[in-house]
T-cell receptor, first 114, second 112 residues
């Protein structure tokens, strides 16, 4: 089955710095890679996703890059703000539609110091 | 369009009791997934259902746990004879035939 590794487990940055979280996956058939943000005591929320036919996707201060050859993808947050503090999960999923189960990484706790 | 709804939000059960967790998917979503999350851990897949069908239950413990998604009404995750190790946050998510899954607020189960 799919195995997703996520690093680092904890990331501490100063407000205004950039943050990068990296994930690797094992199944080359995986073709959909979402990122979720989970604030303390709240639900995971989809913040950005990328499909395997795209190398990079950007949405304001967040971006995701995908390297299919190396089987890794990364989340980049620029100009971090204290409200970015949360746990971020990556996931990898194969197949089409809702019929396949995503495999999640263990999460990265991002702390942004004001 | 209301998001994914879960109830109760908090549930306290004594060892040996039954816990029943409910999930109403987003309108138009026919796929429901249940996940378990232990403190400071990731999301562990439990079961994937469509209306009246269990599609994949490979993450579900073999005993005491069951799930259903009836033709009418919410999806239900049922845990019989709860033990302390069942204490966790249980999230459901729903999707259409597209890739994106949307999560509910979770049910925090505490077994005393």
């Amino acid at each position: 089955g799919e195995n997703v590794e996520q690093h680092p487990s904890t990331l501490s940055v100063q407000e205004g710095d950039s943050a990068v979280i990296k994930c690797t996956y094992s199944d080359s058939a995986s073709n959909y890679f979402p990122w979720y943000k989970q604030e303390l005591g709240k639900r995971p929320q989809l913040i950005i996703d990328i499909r395997s036919n795209v190398g990079e996707k950007k949405d304001q201060r967040i971006a995701v890059t995908l390297n299919k050859t190396a089987k890794h993808f990364s989340l980049h947050i620029t100009e971090t703000q204290p409200e970015d503090s949360a746990v971020y999960f990556c996931a990898a999923k194969k197949g089409s539609g809702g019929s396949y189960i995503p495999t999640f990484g263990r999460g990265t706790s991002l702390i942004v110091h004001p | 369009n209301a998001g994914v709804m879960q109830n109760p939000r908090h549930l306290v059960r004594r060892r040996g009791q039954e816990a029943r967790l409910r999930c109403s998917p987003m309108k138009g979503h026919s796929h429901v997934y249940w996940y378990r999350q232990l403190p400071e851990e990731g999301l562990k897949f439990m079961v994937y259902l469509q209306k009246e069908n269990i599609i994949d239950e490979s993450g579900m413990p073999k005993e005491r746990f069951s799930a259903e998604f009836p033709k009418e009404g919410p999806s239900i995750l049922r845990i019989q004879q709860v033990v302390r190790g069942d204490s966790a946050a249980y999230f459901c998510a729903s999707s259409t035939d597209s890739y994106e899954q949307y999560f509910g607020p979770g049910t925090r189960l505490t077994v005393t």
